[in-house]
């Protein structure tokens, strides 16, 4: 079986200038290179289908090209076409049993079809031929965080970001490792220290929005609602997921913090609060009506005692309109415009 000699090669996308890879011109739309070298220029452009037609071409030249066999599995595997990349990754390995990216690949692929056992096999055959490699540090990470096998995804998740600070770790996102080793801590309940890797994972990028969510819920968790909407806002904004997935969240929130503000007597807080909770689930309505009429008519009663009258007697219309039944409420009307007798 032919050795490898392309070794230092490997994942050179990612590590060389785009010049270096394919000697084409940035406006330039077509490569004219050496297929594996159009098929590396495409990946960086994200023209994945184009990538996967260059890396078919240089495997025609050279069948027994393992990176050529390997790169390709990466694409077909961003591509999430997992039945391609699998075959890829393997005969990558039948031709050289001896190159740790095509282990890394297949690990990939494994935790995807959520076979970790399967993928720690990989996993452990890339660190052991390739010590220093973060992304099967990582890879290794999901499979046993996903296994619950605690102690062990968060040492692996550790090593992976020791050796990538960006924590990107070969998945496409950085803070990824720091988000799954906040997820740890989280599942186990310690929600201070998964705020830390979470920030961590902030800190690599500020743009995350998956960080962002991760610290919304971390804090949620604590009943620190203000800190959890302004996370969970901007995960929102960053992410069309998100936002459908967080929109039962917010009125929930809203809802807790409306109860927050209630306890404190903060009725103005609570009332935009509990606002805000209606906004986003209209069924809240007939639930919250009550609570918002004893806001106005406590806030009223405040308004009345400060001598502001004018404000007072809002406040109890506000609150006759969602609670007209109110025998207390039309009374305390009654007594600020003047309409009961001495």
Known sequence: MRKNKKFKKIYIFLLLSLSALC???????ECKAAPVDCALWHTRRGEYDKAIEFYGKAIARDPEDPVAYSNRSSVYYRLKKLSKALPDCKKAIQLDPGYPFAYANCAGVYNDL???KVSLKYSDKAVEIKPDFAEAWYNRGISHYKLKRYDLAAGDFEKAYELDESGECGSGEKGSAQNYRGNIYYDLGDYDAAIKEYEKAL??????ADAHNNLGQAYNRKKDYEKALGYWEKAAEMSPKYAARLKPYFSRLYLNLGRKFFEKKDYSGAIVNWYKAIGADGDLEKELAPKLARCYLERGKYYAGAGNREAALADFKEALKLDPESEEIAKAEAEASGQTEP
């Open 23 to 29: 000697p084409v011109r940035a406006q330039q739309k």
């Open 114 to 116: 959520k076979k970790y």
């Open 203 to 208: 800190k690599a990028d500020p743009k995350s």
